[in-house]
Structure formats: C-alpha cells, structure tokens
C-alpha cells in the first residue's frame, strides 16, 4: 500500500489534509533518478521506500511538471520546509552533539574510548566453532563473526606493533649510550692531549737548560 503522508521530513501535508493544487507523487524507478533523489532526500527524510512513499508537489520546482501537471522523469526535489533547530527531534540534535564531542577529542583520546568499548563488548566463546561450522554449511561466514576475526587479527597486529616498539625502544637506548659513552672517550683522548702537551712543553724547557748547561761547559773548557 503507498503511503498516505507525504515523505519530507517536516511537511505534514497528506492526502487527507492536501491543500487544492498540490498533488503527490511516486518515487522514480530508474538507478540513476533514485540515486539523485537519494542524494536530494539524504537529510530530508527519516525513510524512504522506493515503492510506496510519496512526496507532494510542494517539494518541486514548476519546471519540474509538465503542461498536464505530471512529474517529468527527470524530477529531483529540491523545495523542503525550513526547520526551526529548537524544534529537531532529539536524535538530529545528538547526532550533531556527537560530531562536536568527536571535533573536539584528540586521537589519543578516541583510541582510549574505543578501547574502552571494544573492552566491553564480549567476544563469543565458541568464535572458532561459528566460524568453522559456519563456513562448512553456508560457504560464508556471518556479519558477526566477520566483525569478531577482524578484532582478533587488529589486536594481533596492536600487540605485534607494540613488541616492534619495544624493540626500536630498546635500540634508541643502546645507540644513545654509545653516544655518551664516545662522547666521554673524546673527553679523555682531550684530556690525555692536553698531558701531552704539557709534557711536550716540559721537556722543551729541559733541552732550553740542557743547551744553555752545554754552552756554559764548552765556554769553560776552552778557556
Ligand atoms: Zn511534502
């Protein structure tokens, strides 16, 4: 059976109520006219039913209608109420409420809240079982336990990704004490180059007296 209420969201016009000119109309039947209503209608319409919602003449514009006031097959609609917000049903306000909280949460925080419901959902005892048995008499395996073998096989590659992080952890720290550990030997072969230096200098100033004792001695003797 069609419907009796026009489809739009918020229009309440219906054929017991229709106001004299309006009049209402089927959906269209081919792919490509429903997928530009789908397109028109997305926030426009809580449902729509291919075969039996109807729309009213409100929603057109005149050139949509031809002489004999029919719906031309190329039709969309593109005339809908204006909504005062104040007057939303709740779930239009909370989907929108929900995208603010998700703007608004880092991606730190949505991974710990997601986290914290995957937590709670239970994974079913006998998954193996459902899955086995179920692709032995169906050939598929349900929705379910599709959704249950991609959890396993994401905590798999989480534990998997963690253990990699460990270990590059792990080489980070033994490449930074390698760093230190050369920086200090810099420190030392420093140090010893300064000693050397030092001795250097030393002895330098030893061969100065040494040479000067020798002058002296040689003036002695050739006297
Ligand atoms: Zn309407």
């Not at 920086?183 to 330098?204: A, G, P, R």
Request: glycine fraction near 2%.
């Amino acid at each position: 059976m069609t419907s009796t209420q026009c489809v739009v969201q918020f229009c309440k016009l219906s054929i017991f109520n229709k106001v004299p000119g309006v009049t209402f109309h089927g959906c269209p039947t081919s792919t490509e006219m429903r997928n530009k209503w789908l397109h028109a209608l997305r926030h426009k319409c809580v449902l729509l039913d291919w075969t039996k919602s109807r729309i009213c003449s409100k929603h057109f514009e005149s050139h949509c209608f031809d002489s004999q006031r029919r719906l031309k097959d190329n039709a969309v609609p593109t005339i809908f109420p204006s909504v005062n917000k104040k007057h939303l049903p709740k779930t239009y306000i909370s989907r929108t409420k929900i995208e603010r909280i998700l703007s608004r949460m880092t991606q730190q925080e949505i991974m710990t809240d997601i986290k914290n419901s995957m937590n709670k959902l239970k994974e079913p005892m006998n998954l193996d079982n459902m899955v086995n048995e179920e692709m032995k008499f169906k050939g598929e395996v349900s929705t379910e336990a599709q959704l249950w073998l991609i959890v396993k096989k994401q905590e798999h590659l989480n534990t998997r990704l963690m253990e990699l992080l460990a270990q590059n952890k792990k080489h980070v720290e033994a490449l930074q004490s390698n760093i230190k550990q050369n920086k200090n030997n810099k420190k030392d072969v420093d140090q010893s180059m300064e000693t050397h230096k030092y001795i250097v200098k030393c002895l330098q100033e030893k061969l100065a007296t040494y040479e000067e004792q020798i002058e002296i001695l040689t003036a002695v003797e050739a006297r």
